[in-house]
């Protein structure tokens, strides 16, 4: 039997406090369909425990054959699910405790009444029911409201996590649902009362804007905004080895802290409890684990100060980026410094007091982004470089020349990412299936799709380069897969955000001719139209001579296979992009 030590309330100072357990089953198949016991048959006893604010409870019923359940209702809210356990009440009042035994075929049910006289006063002294209700002397409660402005406010994760591993909500992330801000919950030690002000409108869970209690659903993010009048209920307090457990005892309607997840039982692990802070963690209706945050009403939280500063270095071209922490409040911590200059260097420093430089090779204007990652969340800066001319030792590419964008055993201009619709899609770098010629790398990008007729690979230059066409328009990539399977390859330029496909070129196709052996494909833009000419600002019939598209447009390597065909999975090897130079990315950065 667990070691749980609960305070429990409901009603007019009312509370009681249980040692539960799993539910008692006592079944046998050969028995077929067993009637729920007649009343007269069923008993349970209620006698003094150790002290004067315990209770043994045990059912004293003869051995039922069939027993599916046995569940004790202390008249509170709170249940037993076995056979005996222990009480605490530590307030005087009447109590209606229900033992109720189930089986395959209905239940049946007995009730008793147990008055205690003795009051605990310590629970008043105890220092948790202080932090979360304010205390005796608070005779409004004590009321709490999300933490808006700070990281993980709301989140999710697997069960038995804190709920944060999957997504931790950022500052004023659910802002546009028109909930959740402004809503309340207020923790009332005179009657225990929970409290929940909406406004009348309340956001759920997709499962759970069904309840008959929620009406006009309507849909908000992946989730849904309800109407909603929330009826009175109660809480609970309980201690199971060692972690505070919070109950919320609905009366007519659900209830639930501000944002409805369909907690398990209504329970809601206290992960953290003080004066100005209040965490629980609950399980879910869909099994996962989801993060809550709370401060007191009106509490403003010490913030985390600081000054993030761009300046010119004494050596050409180069600028200082420079973090000064002006205040840091108890608890809370800087931890590291990202600075994005723009040209693709992006410099991470886990001591904040580093100074981080980057010496530009390329006349222009580059924006800087300065990420400061806190406890208390994400603070960015962002800062304007202008570097009025090349610098001396920069020599640029001859128009000519081609580069290998990804080797992946050695160099990488630029990460290749998946995109896909549907089904499923990865890429993953993996030992050479063949290392002989013409491929001796020792790694290669593996790109598997699966019911997916569109999943791609695709490699992103950095902000601000672009692709030249004018005088070399062939890119090459090696392939090893499978005979017949087809390698398409693709321009686009990503300024349209989800209409880049405007952009894109006409589709080149390589067909592998070897299963399972490395192949060099080519694939010339020379003559190759772009865009769609029923768009009527778009669109060329060659992307090597047309000024709009043959230098400072294209920004994305596309790569498929089989596209289209989303009947089977399909897997191909991928080794050495390249194509030709771009401006300003002297040489790739090494792995």
């Known amino acids: 039997m667990k070691n749980i030590k609960y305070l429990s309330f409901i009603g007019l100072m009312a509370m009681a406090v249980l040692f539960a357990c799993e539910p008692y089953e006592d079944t046998n198949p050969e ?81 008793k009444t147990l008055t205690t006289t003795e009051t605990d006063y310590s629970l008043f002294d105890n220092p948790v029911m202080i932090a979360l209700s304010g205390g005796v002397d608070a005779l409004e409660g004590k009321t709490w409201v999300l933490d808006s402005l700070s990281a993980g406010h709301l989140g999710v994760g697997p069960a038995g996590s804190a709920g944060l591993e999957w997504w931790a909500a950022a500052p004023l992330a659910k802002k546009a649902v028109d909930v959740l801000y402004d809503d309340k919950i207020t923790f009332k030690l005179d009657g225990f009362d929970f409290i929940y002000e909406n ?14 209690a929620y009406s006009n659903p309507e849909q908000r993010d992946t989730d849904y905004k309800v109407e909603f009048e929330p009826a009175e209920a109660s809480w609970s307090l309980a201690e199971e080895d060692g972690k505070w457990m919070l109950t919320l005892i609905p009366t007519t309607t659900p209830i639930f802290p501000i944002f409805d997840v369909g907690a398990r039982e209504n329970k809601y692990e206290v992960l953290t409890l003080e004066e100005n802070k209040l ?29 993030a500063t761009l300046t010119e270095a004494g050596e050409v071209n180069t600028f200082n980026v420079a973090l000064n922490v002006i205040n840091v409040p108890a608890e809370e911590s800087v931890n590291s410094l990202t600075v994005d200059f723009g040209d693709g260097t992006v410099h991470e420093a886990m001591d904040v007091s580093e100074v981080v430089s980057n010496t530009y090779m390329r006349q222009g204007s580059y924006q800087v982004t300065v990420t400061v990652n806190t406890s208390l969340g994400n603070i960015v800066n962002t800062f304007t470089a202008e570097v009025a001319a090349n610098h001396p030792e920069y020599e640029p590419f001859l128009l000519d020349a081609m580069v290998t964008y990804n080797d992946f055993s050695e160099v990488s201009m630029a990460p290749m990412r998946i995109d896909q619709a549907g089904g499923s899609a990865y890429i993953e770098v993996v030992d050479n299936p063949s290392r002989i010629y013409p491929n001796k790398s020792a790694k290669v990008l593996n790109f598997v799709k699966e019911n997916t007729e569109w999943a791609n690979a695709y490699m992103q230059l950095p902000v601000g380069y672009r692709f030249d066409l004018r005088q070399r328009h062939t890119f090459k990539v090696m392939v090893y897969g499978k005979a017949g399977d087809n390698i398409l390859l693709k321009l686009e330029n990503t300024d349209r955000g989800g209409n880049a496909w405007q952009t894109g070129t006409a589709d080149l196709i390589y067909t592998i001719q070897q299963d399972n052996t490395w192949e060099v494909t080519e694939y010339s833009f020379a003559g190759v139209s772009a865009g769609w000419d029923w768009t009527g600002d778009i669109f060329t019939g060659d992307v090597t001579t047309d000024d709009n598209f043959s230098h400072d447009f294209y920004n994305v390597v596309r790569i498929m296979i089989n596209p289209g065909d989303n009947s089977d999975v399909y897997q191909v090897y991928l080794d050495e992009l390249a194509g030709p130079h771009v ?4 040489s790739a950065t090494r792995n």
Do not use: C
Not at 44 to 64: C, H, K, Q, R
Not at 199 to 212: A, I, L, W
């Open 31 to 111: 028995l077929g369909i067993v009637e729920p016991p007649a009343e007269s048959e069923m008993d349970f006893s209620i006698t003094p425990g150790v002290d004067a604010y315990l209770f043994n409870i045990e059912m004293t019923s003869p051995s039922l054959n069939g027993i599916y359940t046995v569940t004790f209702d202390l008249g509170n809210g709170s249940i037993i699910n076995k056979k005996s356990g222990v009480a605490y009440y530590p307030l005087p009042d009447d109590y209606t405790i229900t033992m109720t035994i189930k089986t395959n075929n209905g239940s049946s049910s007995i009730s």
């Open 583 to 586: 401006e300003g990315l002297k």
């Open 279 to 307: 965490e629980l963690v609950a399980i879910g209706g869909d099994g996962n684990a989801w993060h809550y945050k709370f401060i007191p009403e009106g509490y403003v939280p010490p913030q985390i100060e600081l000054e």
């Open 199 to 212: 406004h009348g409108e309340s956001y759920v869970k997709d499962f759970r804007s069904s309840d008959p």
